[in-house]
């Protein structure tokens, strides 16, 4: 049987204390396979950052349990996080796209994505050669010695999908990668994360407001008052 | 691993040249400054070896003659020649005055000397020494003046025979040379209104104007028209002699005072340019501040430029040593790129400057790492900054 990449239950989230406590997350549920591709859908408030956050180890949940291909990495009821080092953990384990690509200016195409390589300890050679191979599935090796600045924002967001796949990750958060794109990108950018979850069987979380991205989503997650309700996606081939 | 700072630096290199160009003009003044303290030092050093004594004899309970006024008779030497352990005397003057040239004027130290004895000038680069006994001068380059030009003192002309370098006052003024008798007379003769005002004074004096004794009147007159005054005599110790012996002899016994070399450049260095020297060191300080305000503003604000970058990099796994390393690597490349266009502004200006500056390789190596120390120190806050920024806020909501 294959454990899920990332399993959490009862995941709550409390900010502030007292009178002014807000509550995030009230017990979010959530378990995705290998290779799987979900969405996380919700209005603004409702809660969706702040779980990428916590699945991110950015922010330390307050309580419930959180699972990462089987390990333990956060469990409310013992002593919270069950992992030292949440820096390697994100290197080495979690890959991110962000609405925008963030990549990193001063660096060209190559060194953005090779640069998670080499934090993660791999040499220069082996780095960049990885880099490339990406850099070619995505089909952005022709700008890999490019400034980033030079890459139109279709071709910056693969970079950034190349960058966070680069350590193999067993998940990957997206935080609405199409909302920049046009319709035609969108749906390029979404057959790049079901292709690259397939063949590095890479969990994908995908949070989006995105209305023309949701069809192809076989599962989503709704999201609302801190809460996650699951729904079967259409699943539409792209 | 890839250098991010050196990466930075490359893509947004304009900035950086500016910056550091804008940085190295602050660097240039800070060198410069200290470049005016050695010259001032370099200046003093330079009129003691120029003058070519071991000892200065001058009046008693002075600092003469360089840094109080100090008179002698000009027959003192004798009785000094006459100590065991001198091998050579000279007389010389000094007087600091604005000389005329043509319709203008220049600050000069005039030099009354006796040639073949200490205090003729030296280091000479055209021209001759004096061989006349009136009305020849030797001058600094730095005056000016040209072979054969005309140099007013007081009320005579002399004509430039000689120029020398790096004859100058402790305060930096160029040297004028002329012959003591010349000097005497510039320095210590009244002018003619004066002189006449004077005769009238002692004529009706009773006292002096006696008529039952002849030649009372012509005598005192010619006492008070000449002038057998110096302000110092430069001594030469003779081969194996220690010279605070021969100092001490001439205290003892000619109730003068003697000063050796380390007490003269003491005397200068100390006592003479040391209020320059607090003023310096103190512009020092205020521009050292201010190029470590100046640096940490720059790197502050670059960091803050790139918050989201470091965001981005903290999340993605970067080590908060590596985003501290890359600040203070941006800082110290900036240091070292204003370092550079300071020295080379420094170097480039010197030469313009009207008082000698001296830029010494000691000063740079300090001004170097007094750069880095200041570009790390200013770099503190820029890495606080960085550090304190939160990986979370790479991810939107």
Redesign the interface.
Known sequence: MTLPAIHIEGLTKRYGSGDTAVDALKGVDMSIAPGEVVGLVGPSGSGKSTLLKCLGAVIEPTGGRMQLGGQNIYDGSASGWQIDDLRALRRDRIGFVFQAPYLIPFLDVTDNVALSLMLAGKGNGIARQRALELLQALDVAHRAGAAVSELSGGEQQRVAIARALANQPPVILADEPTAPLDSERALTVMHILNQMAQQYQTAIIVVTHDEKIIPTFRRIYHIRDGKTYEEAGEGRTI | ??S?AG??I???WGKYVFTGAGLGLLIGVTLSMAGIYRGMVEDARMLLTNSGADLWVVQRDTLGPYAEPSTLHDDSWRGIAGLPGVAATGNVTYLTMQARRGDDDVRVMVVGFEPGHPGEPTNLIAGRPITRSHYEAVADEKTGFLLNEEVRVRRHDYTVVGLTRRMVSASGDPMIFIPLKDAQEAQFLKDNDAIINDRARTAANPGLNRPNVPGLLDAVIASQSANHNVNAVLVQVAPGWDENLVAESIRRWKRLQAYTRAQMEEILIAKLIATSAKQIAMFLVILAIVSGAIVSFIIYTMTLGKI??IA????????NR?IAGMILQEALGLGLAGFIVGKAVATLWAPYFPKYVLLETGDAVSGFLAVMLICTLASIVAIRAALRV???T????
């Open positions: 691993m890839i991010l990466r930075d490359l893509h947004s989201r970058e981005v990099l903290k999340l993605i796994g970067t080590p590596t939160d990986p979370a790479a991810i939107g909501g």
